[in-house]
């Protein structure tokens, strides 16, 4: 089992900046990567970035590319979510997750996943 933890999570004025973290403890991987999704009242779940663990490639959905950015500490398997230029559209529950398989866009990819953190950007 793997265990995912979130944090840093709250509330930001528009423009302005949050760091989230992502830890993960238990029987973790070096295969696959993490992903952080994102869900609004009344939306899906939509896929923001992802990161392999092997080479650290990373992936954004257009609606955060340029403003939020990914990175890895392997030695502590946390992943961060640097989000930058914060717009209220953005605000949502956002959640890691962590996949033995490629990292994608589809949720189905994920098998382990955390509690939540949530993110509100107000205008």
């Known amino acids: 089992q793997v265990q995912l933890v979130e944090s840093g999570g709250g509330l930001v004025q528009a423009g302005g900046s949050l760091r989230l973290s992502c830890a993960a403890s238990g029987r973790t991987f070096s295969s696959g990567g993490m992903g952080w999704f994102r869900q609004a009242p009344g939306k899906e779940r939509e896929f923001v970035g992802g990161?392999?663990?092997?080479?650290?490639?990373?992936y954004y959905a257009d609606s955060v590319k340029g403003r939020f950015t990914l990175s890895r500490d392997n030695a502590k398997n946390t992943v961060y979510l640097q989000m930058n230029s914060l717009k209220p559209e953005d605000t949502a529950v956002y959640y890691c997750?962590?996949?033995?398989?490629?990292?994608?866009?589809?949720?189905?990819?994920?098998?382990?996943w955390g509690q939540g953190t949530q993110v509100t950007v107000s205008s």
């Open positions: 997750a962590a996949t033995r398989l490629r990292v994608g866009v589809a949720p189905s990819l994920y098998a382990y």
């Open positions: 990161i392999s663990w092997n080479g650290g490639t990373t």
